[in-house]
T-cell receptor, first 112, second 114 residues
Framework: ETGVTQTPRHLVMGMTNKKSLKCEQHLGHNAMYWYKQSAKKPLELMFVYSLEERVENNSVPSRFSPECPNSSHLFLHLHTLQPEDSALYLC???????????FGPGTRLTVL | AQSVTQLDSQVPVFEEAPVELRCNYSSSVSVYLFWYVQYPNQGLQLLLKYLSGSTLVESINGFEAEFNKSQTSFHLRKPSVHISDTAEYFCAVRAYTGGFKTIFGAGTRLFVKA
C-alpha cells in the first residue's frame, strides 16, 4: 500500500471513552502532521513531528495526546473528549517540515 | 505574521464556464505557494505549486495559477470547468520565519452546476 493511510475512517465515541487514531505513511517522509478540519472553519494544525520529535504543538488541549514511535507512524490518543471535538482529523506527511504535504483520507470523529 | 485569505467561501458556476478562485497572502519573506483540492470524503491533494521560476504554473487537469508578487496573490483559474471539479480548494503559503511553516486558507467551495 502506498501513500498515507488513516484508521479508522469513522469513529463514534462517548465523552468518557479512550480511543486512538492511527496514521501510516509509506513515502519515506520525515515529517508528519495532525490537522483538525471542522465545518466552516479553516484547517487547524494541531501537531508537527520531524524525525519522531515533536516540533510544534499549537495550544491543543491535553485530551489530545500525539505519539510518533517512528517516522512512518503517527497516533493521536483521545481521552475525555467534548462534543465540539467532533471533526475530520487529517494526517499528512512531507519529506521535510514545510515541504509539499501528502494527506491521508481522514478520520471522521463524532463525540456524543 | 503570515496569513492567507481566500476571498470567496463558495463559488457556484455552470459547467463549461470559466472560474477564478482568489487567494491573497501576507508575508514579508519569500514564499512557496500551493493549491490543494479536497473532494468529498477525502483528504487534501496537491493541485499545483509555485516554488520559483515561471510565475504561471499549471496542473494536469487544466487548472493554472499565477504568482503575482506585487499584489501578493496566487489566484487559481480554469477556462472551462467540469462537474467533476466540484470540490473544496485550499490555498497555502510556506515561508521561513525561524522555521518553515505552512499556513492554509479557509478554503473555497467550488460548486459546478449542469
Amino acid at each position: 500500500e502506498t501513500g498515507v493511510t488513516q484508521t479508522p475512517r469513522h469513529l463514534v465515541m462517548g465523552m468518557t471513552n479512550k480511543k486512538s487514531l492511527k496514521c501510516e505513511q509509506h513515502l519515506g517522509h520525515n515529517a508528519m502532521y495532525w490537522y483538525k478540519q471542522s465545518a466552516k472553519k479553516p484547517l487547524e494544525l494541531m501537531f508537527v513531528y520531524s524525525l519522531e520529535e515533536r516540533v510544534e504543538n499549537n495550544s491543543v488541549p491535553s485530551r489530545f495526546s500525539p505519539e510518533c514511535p517512528n517516522s512512518s507512524h503517527l497516533f493521536l490518543h483521545l481521552h475525555t473528549l467534548q462534543p465540539e471535538d467532533s471533526a475530520l482529523y487529517l494526517c499528512a506527511s512531507s519529506l521535510g517540515v514545510g515541504e509539499e504535504q501528502f494527506f491521508g483520507p481522514g478520520t471522521r470523529l463524532t463525540v456524543l | 505574521a503570515q496569513s492567507v485569505t481566500q476571498l470567496d467561501s463558495q463559488v457556484p458556476v455552470f459547467e463549461e464556464a470559466p472560474v477564478e478562485l482568489r487567494c491573497n497572502y501576507s508575508s514579508s519573506v519569500s514564499v512557496y505557494l500551493f493549491w490543494y483540492v479536497q473532494y468529498p470524503n477525502q483528504g487534501l491533494q496537491l493541485l499545483l505549486k509555485y516554488l520559483s521560476g515561471s510565475t504561471l504554473v499549471e496542473s494536469i487537469n487544466g487548472f493554472e495559477a499565477e504568482f503575482n508578487k506585487s499584489q501578493t496573490s496566487f489566484h487559481l483559474r480554469k477556462p472551462s470547468v467540469h462537474i467533476s471539479d466540484t470540490a473544496e480548494y485550499f490555498c497555502a503559503v510556506r515561508a521561513y520565519t525561524g522555521g518553515f511553516k505552512t499556513i492554509f486558507g479557509a478554503g473555497t467551495r467550488l460548486f459546478v452546476k449542469a
